[in-house]
């Protein structure tokens, strides 16, 4: 099986995908996914707040796919939230997960979430189908993926490619 993220050792760990929020900014609200998302919201920052943790569809690895398809949408109608996208560097607003933030209220960035689950379930689970329309839903919309969303990016392409190419059988990894 083609494992899809290349950089976690925990992708057979059940994981949730959450939106959080900023104290300081109430228009700017991440997409993200944790395994623990309760101390994911700790660990970042003081003054994140975790808005709605939604069920699992899968394990860490599917889950990755459904974040990264939400982040699209988002990243598509929204944009990103640039005033903590441009403080990777400096850390003063958080510590972690700079490009995962995005322009949108609460209930947008769940919409986002909630059209990705959807699209899960349309395309019946197919982790392949989910990785090429993770690249190909900007692209189609006229919108390029940004660089600091390069790595993610590169595990769709490799996922892709290693699937088609190698005939890597996908193993039931979602739930059903």
Known sequence: ???????????????????????????AHKIGISTYPTQRSKDIDEKIILKQVFKKLGNRDFAELIEHLAQMYALVKYGQFETIKFDRYKRQLCSSGHSEWFNCSHAQASGCIAQAYKKVYSLNFDKLALAKECISYPRNK??????????????????IYETENFGFESEEIALP
């Open 1 to 27: 099986m083609a494992k899809f993220s290349k950089l976690w050792n925990n992708h057979y760990n059940d994981a949730h995908l959450y939106v959080m929020g900023h104290q300081d900014f109430p228009n």
């Open 142 to 159: 006229g919108v390029e993926i940004p660089d600091d969303m390069a790595r993610w990016k590169v595990n769709c392409q490799s996922y």
